[in-house]
């Protein structure tokens, strides 16, 4: 197999050169050694079309795994190259092959395998519990094994479950040396399990009896990067043409082609290229693996879980999957607003208000609430547990000039806590025990107890995660100033691709049958939920 694939690397190779000829003086074309799952996925057959007419340069790609389209691009022969392996990709600069390296879109890696299941993985969210089970039942696994990146991802992936790929010379293991298509049927004859990328999983017709088994895991993240090659090494490559491709697909014109790709009505590819994508570059989570993939910025509900139940409840009933980036309310409102993600969830109905009046989001929905904790060291030296209300407590932390932990990151939390420092009538940021972390809740929880701090945390997260603070305890609660309402919001109509589908996600959130999942999530697990529903946070509103 392995010299099938040089052998049909030389011959497209030889197409290449035999068509250059006869061009004669024709020289507006370009040579992009890209992947085989951008190829097969069909992402070529619509992008280059749209990319040619803008630009008049054509455009011919030579398919190829990731470590060939590399080699490719290192004698000279490409004159961009685009493909899935960041840390390949970064050896080809530091090596001097390549200019700047340039992120355009993902997707996600996929376990398939045969619906009978013989090695019991499927349903489980761990990629690398379910290749333990493989290896411990020594079912069929097919590995393309072409140094391509999902043969590179395939091979980390064995390793963080344990397994040194040097170990995996055995009959059960099937090494191809083959292309993503021929490694699926190579699957689908054999009735084995293998790593597939989902765009080319979508547009593969020979399943058989295969199935997705695993999905969702974030070690699944699947990024592409373009890069053009060295013109100081090559002096023949087509630098001006190949910089223009780049700056196509990091555009918005080229991104918004990227995201209009479907089969099925289902996107295969998310545009993430820096110019139009900071944060979301990359979700924390993926849940469900129907059509309609919608995304979703929020903080704490997904970091606790409570997204996590929403979404499969949802995703199993709308054919949908949600893509959850973890943003602060003010990030989260950022990425709304800049037509990143289709809807957000945040706690800062003042800044909700104004994105409203604005116009770029719509959709107000309270769905719940929670409420702030004010916790602190067991011996409370600045004696807050005496505080009458929620100003009295903080100028006390102020007069005693206590350790403070701050998010400091423009979250629904921080800003919050801002607004109760106002209250209180006290200016405590920029003295030497106002702690800033610039992070999320969990992590600020920690710095606090590190420190002896005290910090302001959600009550949600203190039920769930107060384990991780042992020398922090609860020493004021209860003010009404201290109640945290949660709105959803959609982007406005026709911002966004699968703003409809985050519409409906909404609608199902503030249902019956959604509120019921708020008001009872994390009671069966700790003895009390972690939210209430949106009945008792409407007296709060």
């Given at each position: ?420 420092w106002k209250a209180a009538g006290v200016t405590y940021q920029g003295q030497p025990n106002y702690i800033v972390t610039k992070d999320f809740m969990i992590a600020s929880l920690k710095r606090a107890n590190a420190e002896g701090a005290y910090f302001m945390t959600d009550s949600s997260t203190w039920i769930m995660e107060k384990n991780v603070a042992p020398e922090l305890k609860v020493l004021f609660r209860g003010d009404k100033a201290l109640v945290n309402t949660y709105h959803a919001l959609a982007a406005s109509a026709g911002a966004t691709p699968e703003r409809d589908t985050a519409v409906k996600f909404i609608a199902f959130v503030a249902s019956a049958k959604g509120q019921k999942i708020i008001r009872e999530y994390g009671r069966e697990r700790f003895g009390e939920a972690l939210y209430n529903d949106a009945r008792y946070a409407k007296k709060y509103e």
């Amino acid at each position: 197999m392995k010299a099938l694939t040089i052998l049909r690397s030389m011959l497209l190779l030889l197409m290449l050169a035999l068509s250059g000829l006869s061009l004669g003086a024709s020289d507006n074309y370009i040579t992009v050694s890209s992947t085989t799952s951008t190829e097969q996925s069909g992402l070529f057959g619509f992008l280059l079309p749209q990319f040619e007419k803008a630009t008049g340069i054509s455009v011919r790609v030579v398919a190829l795994g990731t470590g060939q389209a590399l080699d490719m691009g290192r004698r000279g022969d490409a004159d961009v190259v685009f493909v899935h392996d960041k840390a390949a990709e970064e050896k080809f600069i530091a090596e001097g092959f390549g200019v700047k390296r340039h992120e355009v879109m993902y997707n996600d890696f996929i376990l398939v395998g045969p619906k009978d299941d013989p090695a019991k993985v499927a349903g489980g969210k761990e990629i690398t519990e379910a290749l333990k089970k493989i290896e411990a039942s020594k079912q069929a696994f097919v590995s393309r094994g072409d140094k391509s990146g999902t043969h590179a991802a395939e091979l980390r992936l064995w390793k963080a479950a344990g397994i040194e790929p040097s170990q995996l010379k055995a009959s059960w293991y099937r090494d191809t040396g083959s292309g993503m298509g021929p490694a699926l049927n190579t699957a689908a004859s054999l009735n084995g399990y293998i790593l597939v990328d989902r765009g080319t999983w979508l547009s593969f017709k020979n399943r058989q009896n295969l199935v997705i088994v695993v999905e969702g895991d974030k070690r699944l993240f699947n990024q592409y990067g373009v890069i053009a090659v060295n013109p100081a090494k090559y002096p023949h490559v087509k630098q001006a043409a190949g910089q223009k491709f780049i700056d196509w697909l990091v555009s918005e014109a080229g991104q918004k082609v990227i995201a209009e790709y479907k089969i099925g009505g289902e996107q295969l590819f998310f545009p993430n290229a820096k110019a139009q994508t900071t944060q979301a570059e990359k979700p924390e989570a993926i849940y469900g693996s129907g059509q309609r993939g919608f995304s979703l910025a929020t903080g704490s509900p997904g970091e606790l879980g409570l997204i996590k139940v929403l979404a499969e409840e949802f995703c199993k009933d709308n054919d949908a999957t949600l893509r959850w980036f973890k943003a602060g309310t003010g990030k989260s409102l950022s990425l709304l607003k800049e037509k990143k993600v289709d809807l957000a969830m945040v706690h800062a109905p003042a800044e909700v208000e104004k994105a409203l009046v604005e116009g770029w989001a719509t959709g107000k929905t309270l769905i719940g609430s929670n409420e702030f904790y004010i916790v602190g060291p067991k011996s409370d030296a600045a004696k807050i547990t005496k505080a009458k209300d929620s100003r009295e407590a903080y100028r006390r932390i102020a007069q005693h000039s206590a350790k403070w932990v701050s998010r400091g990151d423009n979250s629904g939390t921080h800003q919050k806590e801002l607004q109760l420092w106002k209250a209180a009538g006290v200016t405590y940021q920029g003295q030497p025990n106002y702690i800033v972390t610039k992070d999320f809740m969990i992590a600020s929880l920690k710095r606090a107890n590190a420190e002896g701090a005290y910090f302001m945390t959600d009550s949600s997260t203190w039920i769930m995660e107060k384990n991780v603070a042992p020398e922090l305890k609860v020493l004021f609660r209860g003010d009404k100033a201290l109640v945290n309402t949660y709105h959803a919001l959609a982007a406005s109509a026709g911002a966004t691709p699968e703003r409809d589908t985050a519409v409906k996600f909404i609608a199902f959130v503030a249902s019956a049958k959604g509120q019921k999942i708020i008001r009872e999530y994390g009671r069966e697990r700790f003895g009390e939920a972690l939210y209430n529903d949106a009945r008792y946070a409407k007296k709060y509103e």
